[in-house]
């Protein structure tokens, strides 16, 4: 079992930055992956970022050059560094983990969720 939770996020003006943080716990030497996902209110959970436990990165087009993923391993945290922000990225945001010896590259593939944490970009 992995718990995940989220720290962070809240109300923001367009232009302006947060840094959301999920900490993770329990059998934590088993995540291969972890991700942020990202869900507007109607619209579908899509991926934010993610980061393997070898430190390669991937992003969503829509974010690269404005949200950083980093995973600080001594305090078993993974944190979304996020600037430029844009009332377009208001959503609730998830922290997912997977484990195992396949690399989740889907949504499905994450075995674990936090309960999410809500950013709001509105002026």
């Known amino acids: 079992q992995v718990r995940l939770e989220e720290s962070g996020g809240g109300l923001v003006q367009p232009g302006g930055s947060l840094r959301l943080s999920c900490a993770a716990s329990g059998i934590i030497f088993s995540i291969n992956a972890m991700a942020w996902y990202r869900q507007a209110p109607g619209k579908q959970r899509d991926l934010v970022a993610s980061i393997t436990s070898g430190g390669v990165t991937n992003y969503a087009d829509s974010v690269k050059g404005r949200f950083t993923i980093s995973r600080d391993r001594a305090k078993n945290t993974m944190n979304l560094q996020m600037d430029n922000l844009k009332p377009e990225d208001t959503a609730v945001y998830y922290c997912?983990?997977?484990?195992?010896?396949?690399?989740?590259?889907?949504?499905?593939?994450?075995?674990?969720w936090g309960q999410g944490t809500q950013v709001t970009v509105s002026s």
């Open positions: 997912a983990a997977g484990v195992g010896f396949v690399v989740p590259t889907t949504a499905s593939g994450f075995a674990y």
